[in-house]
T-cell receptor
């Protein structure tokens, strides 16, 4: 079926505004991840959802960041009171089950966030 | 925690030449290892994965990687570079019971005509 879909593909916002980034995982995938890719850096883990289990939020950089996953499918990453250092590409990924060698991550094309 | 180090943030090769991207992992137990490729304005695409079934892993687009436990390495190679190989490549590692991937900083490959 279709791959991981993210929207919007680009978002420009003013410092201090709130933003919502959306991720539609591959149908049937129970695991969903958010990563952040900053210029010149690798991918930074943000949050992980697996089925109905409590999410692993250990990678969220501050309490301005939050995420939810409704109905085990669509996920929304919310950044409140955006700062310039939040500018990055936010990547969503899903996998059939929790990550293992037979269930690799499938990535969306990302949302490029620019905070002015 | 698992981690990987990619040596060289940029690699430039001539079309038809060997592509070699280096990745070393830190792990006391055999991990899961992956190589991903990211084309401009796209997400990451899985190139290949280490399953422990074989030390030489073949992936898509003619790439392969060799797992060397003694060197804690998982270098990516392609015998003959093509212009379409220009992209950023990420090595990633996960422990056997982990659900998170740890990524290297990435290596950007440019291919000269």
């Amino acid at each position: 079926g279709a791959g991981v879909s993210q929207s919007p593909s680009n978002k420009v916002t003013e410092k201090g505004k709130d933003v919502e980034l959306r991720c539609d995982p591959i149908s049937g995938h129970t695991a969903l991840y958010w990563y952040r890719q900053s210029l010149g850096q690798g991918l930074e883990f943000l949050i992980y959802f697996q089925g109905n289990s409590a999410p692993d939020k250990s990678g969220l950089p501050s309490d301005r960041f939050s995420a939810e996953r409704t109905g085990g499918s669509v996920s929304t990453l919310t950044i409140q009171r955006t700062q310039q250092e939040d500018s990055a590409v936010y990547l969503c990924a899903s996998s059939l089950r929790a990550l293992n060698v037979d269930s690799p991550l499938h990535f969306g094309n990302g949302t490029r966030l620019t905070v002015t | 925690a698992q981690s990987v180090t990619q040596l060289g943030s940029h690699v430039s090769v001539s079309e038809g030449a060997l592509v070699l991207l280096r990745c070393n992992y830190s792990s006391s137990v055999p991990p899961y290892l992956f190589w991903y490729v990211q084309y401009p304005n796209q997400g990451l695409q899985l190139l290949l994965k280490y399953t422990s079934a074989a030390t030489l892993v073949k992936g898509i687009n003619g790439f392969e990687a060799e797992f060397k436990k003694s060197e804690t390495s998982f270098h990516l190679t392609k015998p003959s570079a093509h212009m379409s190989d220009a992209a950023e490549y990420f090595c990633a590692v996960s422990g056997l019971n982990d659900y998170k991937l740890s990524f290297g900083a990435g290596t950007t490959v440019t291919v000269r005509a």
